[in-house]
């Protein structure tokens, strides 16, 4: 057997002699070339470190000779090349790390021991709001109210630009992270000086947004990490994981007229969650590639968290190279890009082998259709043509909830002597205010389309869906519709190049005349910053009980997360988010029912408007160039005159100025500079009692701050007026407004609180309904440990820290659910919370936990693979139970064993 299995050779390209590392010893021995392109980008990634004490030979054997059918159980260290923030993730991560040093300090240990190891780029794209819409002055306004309201923030991170090496910022106003990852920092090879010599590798990341698989359509292997596991990547801690299973998608075809790249990835996104891929890698191959643009490859990549996979990934082949040349990127690069993946054996074209791969789905690509998906998951596709009987559906679902309501409030009223009500009318037949706004008069109805947003990472960089929806609003315009006067519309590009490509084709004259002008640069609508509803519409809204809907080209549609107002909310290809805004409603069908009527009171339907795929193919050649890219990255990381003003002080520790955005966390506090002993969990009450499908939007706060909330009289009482709240993810910096948030979605049922939605729970030793919050507060006072109980899909959705840090600071030691999704589980160990999963079989329900239960947890051990909880009720009767215990692998255990992931960084630096 080889005492070592890494190959060192030399690739000389332009003039410069690069060392890589071949899988030259491994061939002899395994069939690398049967490998999926991911895994051999972790093999090279395992040889590369091979001599470094984080990877073993038999790391390299399990994975050489990787069994598709087998389930996952070996152990590997990924070590990423680079790290990626978003100011909503990355100011916390931030945070910890100022943090970290005035610990590392008090622990004996040198403050400058904390700094990013390697390459950490932030970019600031979450905090701007859409305040202002449909106006020439819409983006100067809300780019000068988000700089006014985050200037706290802005600060802190100049300061921490100044502070810590290796960390580069990206300034507001440039586009949405993972568009400036994929058309400007992707380096897909990357090359750093080792020992005095240069040396070439894949290049990889991790992010902290679930997003960050928007880079796999580059070929690149990333994916979206909690913050807390970036902060010790960027600190030198691997990225502990167990080799995961890959399925293949093979993809054939090619799409048919009428089709957008937007409803192919809803089709996937709708395969793959059937299949069910949690925690695995997706990799697509076949002939249908070579007709799939990058553009549309990193839309499917975008979508990896909604259904679930790790990453979804593309290889490398002509394809990628050209993307690179025409975004600008030097010939030197482009030139090292095809010449190392040649001679690694990553390049794809025509005669590559297929990979073997754990499953295999199919897709004919001519047999996508036009679809949008809601109303609360991204999964939940819908075709078309059946949209508008799928929402009279969800009336009447709604109608019938409604009627029971009102049968059991007139049966209780009965029963106490009074009369029944008479006349109840069923919801369907409701659903009609007046509205008066702008001057106009008309009925606010259910289905009101009341949000078109083009906006999000997924499509707002695609030029093919952006030229299609700048075609249909010049054509529909030239018919003569208009945008119905209800709908906020909003036009939020991940790029800067969108904006221009569209003025240079003559089409934003076009989109604005829809009312689709430019609101910002960033995440807006999809991530719940869509701004405030006019007054009018909101108070028809809450005076009708309307079931009113957003349309946005996003990938995330959660309950209660676009608008407190708006209950349905449907993702949408940008062409059909213009569409319905011509509308005005969901209870249309586009296919059969008129957009609207032209000067000559005729009907105008969809497909009069639609543009052809030669239409958008020509305005697309004729508008776009690389220049376009030089040109908007030149000074990426400089900002304007705004960014540049901002006072910092340069030093090695932050002076943790009185702010409500940023204030140093607890998470350090009386820390001690060895681990203590794992304790059992004794008498622990339920906090939170949830079915299936909780994401962390249910948990994390998100959206906008209510006055009325806990963390909102907090900010009161801080001297903050409501209008100058800004959002939850704009203070995800101050631990004190994060805790009261958690757990305070609108839409959150929790059971501990029947008949009630949002924060609210029952504390148990007196039964009062009361604010989660201020339970726990309680709770805290009583020394009494929490759990959270769930369903399945625990923790689905965004990779948000706070999912995990919110709970571990209002007192919660464990999780007990039927599954978690990937990066949720992850963040809980690396906060300290033990998460533990029902056998199969078992439920909450199916065990007959009510909650009220006073439950007690074993001490978890290194090797313990289950755990036997005990619930003891109030009468003192006791029911046993196992559970699986999801610490999956020895370096988490060794984070948990610690009180979580940073301490156990801590204490290995101040140990040095």
């Not at 543009?611 to 690389?626: M, R, V």
């Not at 690396?830 to 078992?842: H, N, R, S, T, V």
Request: proline share 6%; net charge negative; with cysteine.
């Amino acid at each position: 057997m080889a005492d070592s299995y890494q190959a060192v050779d030399t690739l000389s390209v332009g003039g410069k002699d690069y060392r890589y590392y071949p899988f030259t010893q491994v061939q002899e021995k395994f069939s690398v070339d049967k490998l999926p392109f991911s895994l051999k980008i972790l093999l090279e990634n395992l040889l590369r470190n091979e001599n470094t004490g984080l990877v073993s030979k038999e790391d390299i054997e399990a994975l050489a000779s990787w069994d598709p059918k087998a389930q996952p159980s070996q152990e590997i260290a990924f070590v990423p090349a680079r790290v990626v923030l978003q100011d909503f993730t990355g100011v916390p991560a931030i945070v910890d790390l100022a943090a970290m040093r005035d610990a590392v300090k008090s622990l004996g240990g040198k403050p400058e021991q904390i700094n990013p190891l390697s390459p950490v780029e932030l970019v600031i794209d979450h905090s701007v709001m859409v305040d202002y819409f449909g106006g020439e002055d819409s983006f100067k306004k809300n780019t000068a109210l988000e700089v006014e309201r985050n200037r706290e923030r802005y600060q802190f991170l100049r300061w921490g630009q100044k502070a810590f090496d290796n960390f580069k910022v990206v300034p507001p106003g440039t586009g949405i992270v993972h568009q400036v990852n994929l058309e400007y920092l992707a380096r897909s090879v990357f090359t750093r000086e080792v020992d005095g010599k240069l040396e070439a590798y894949p290049d990889t990341l991790v992010g902290t947004d679930s997003h960050t698989t928007m880079i796999n359509g580059l070929g690149v292997l990333g994916w979206g990490v909690g913050g807390i596991e970036a902060e010790a990547a960027m600190l030198g801690q691997p990225i502990s994981m167990l080799i995961p299973q890959v399925v293949g998608f093979r993809v054939t075809g090619e799409l048919p007229e009428g089709a957008t790249a937007t409803d192919l990835v809803l089709t996937v996104t709708q395969m793959l969650r059937k299949l069910g891929v949690v925690g695995k890698f997706v990799e697509f191959f076949g002939p249908g590639l070579k007709h799939l643009t990058l553009a549309d490859r990193a839309t499917i990549g975008n979508m990896s968290p909604e259904y679930g996979a790790t990453c979804a990934i593309f290889p490398v082949d002509r394809q990628t190279v050209d993307y690179l040349k025409f975004t600008g990127r030097s010939s030197e690069q482009v030139e090292l890009v095809e010449s190392y993946m040649k001679a690694m054996g990553l390049w794809h074209d025509d005669d590559s082998p297929d990979a073997e791969y754990s499953e295999v789905l199919e897709l004919d690509l001519s047999t996508v259709e036009p679809c949008i998906a809601g109303p609360k998951r991204p999964q939940d596709r819908i075709s078309l043509r059946e949209s508008k009987s799928a929402f009279h559906q969800l009336l009447d679902e709604k109608a019938s909830e409604h009627q029971n309501t009102i049968a059991s409030t007139e049966a209780n009223f009965a029963a106490e002597g009074g009369a029944a009500a008479v006349g109840s009318v069923p919801l369907a037949d409701q659903g009609a205010v007046e509205v008066n706004y702008n001057g106009e008069d008309f009925m606010l109805k259910h289905g009101a389309v009341v949000i078109a947003a083009i906006t999000s990472c997924t499509n707002t960089s695609n030029p093919a869906v952006l030229m299609a929806a700048g075609l249909l609003a010049k054509r529909a315009r030239e018919l003569g519709l208009t945008t119905k006067p209800w709908v906020k519309t909003s036009l939020a590009p991940g790029s800067k190049v969108v904006t221009d490509y569209l003025e240079k084709a003559n089409l934003m004259d076009e989109l604005e005349g829809l009312g689709f002008y430019l609101v910002g640069y960033g995440c807006t609508t999809c991530i719940g910053n869509s701004g405030p509803l006019p007054k009018e519409i909101h108070e028809g809204i809450r005076e009708g009980d309307l079931t009113v809907s957003s349309v946005l080209s996003g990938n995330r549609n959660f309950e209660g997360r676009i608008h407190p107002d708006v209950r349905t909310n449907y993702l949408a290809s940008p062409p059909l988010v213009v569409a319905y805004a011509l509308a005005g409603t969901m209870d249309i069908d586009l296919q059969k029912e008129p957009l609207g009527y032209d000067k000559d009171n005729k009907p105008v339907y969809l497909k009069d408007v639609w543009p052809s795929t030669e239409d958008i193919q020509k305005a697309i050649t004729d508008n776009l160039d690389p220049e376009m890219f030089s040109e908007k990255y030149s000074d990426v990381f400089s900002g304007d005159e705004s960014w540049k003003s901002l006072p910092v002080e340069e030093s090695q520790l932050y002076a943790w100025p009185d702010s409500s955005y940023v204030r140093k966390p607890p998470f350090f506090d009386g820390m001690s500079a060895k681990a203590g002993e794992i304790e059992p969990i004794e008498g622990a009450r339920c906090l939170v009692k949830v079915g299936d499908s909780i994401t962390t939007d249910h948990i994390s706060p998100a959206g906008a701050i209510m006055p009325d909330s806990p963390a909102g009289r907090y900010l009161q009482e801080q001297g903050v007026e409501p209008a100058d709240f800004n959002s939850y993810g704009s203070r995800r910096g101050n631990h004190e407004v994060m805790m009261r948030g958690t757990f305070a979605n609108v839409r959150l049922k929790n059971q501990m609180a029947p008949g009630t939605e949002g924060s609210w729970t029952t504390y148990l030793p007196k039964g009062d309904v009361i604010s989660i919050f201020d339970a726990a507060e309680r709770y805290r006072k009583d020394d009494t440990p929490l759990v959270v109980l769930a369903g399945k899909e625990y923790g689905s959705g965004s990779s948000r820290d706070w999912a995990a840090k919110g709970p571990a600071l209002l007192g919660v030691r464990a999780a007990i659910a039927e599954s978690y999704e990937r990066i949720h589980r992850s963040n809980l160990v690396g906060m300290g919370i033990l998460p533990l999963q029902f056998k199969e079989g078992d439920s909450v329900e199916s065990l007959g936990l009510t909650g009220e239960e006073h439950f007690s947890i074993p001490a978890v051990e290194k090797d313990s693979k289950t755990l036997t909880v005990t619930a003891k009720n109030d009468k003192g009767e006791e029911k046993t139970f196992e559970v699986k215990v999801r610490i999956d692998t020895p370096n988490e255990f060794a984070y948990f064993q610690n009180g979580g992931i940073l301490k156990y960084v801590l204490r290995k630096l101040a140990d040095k």
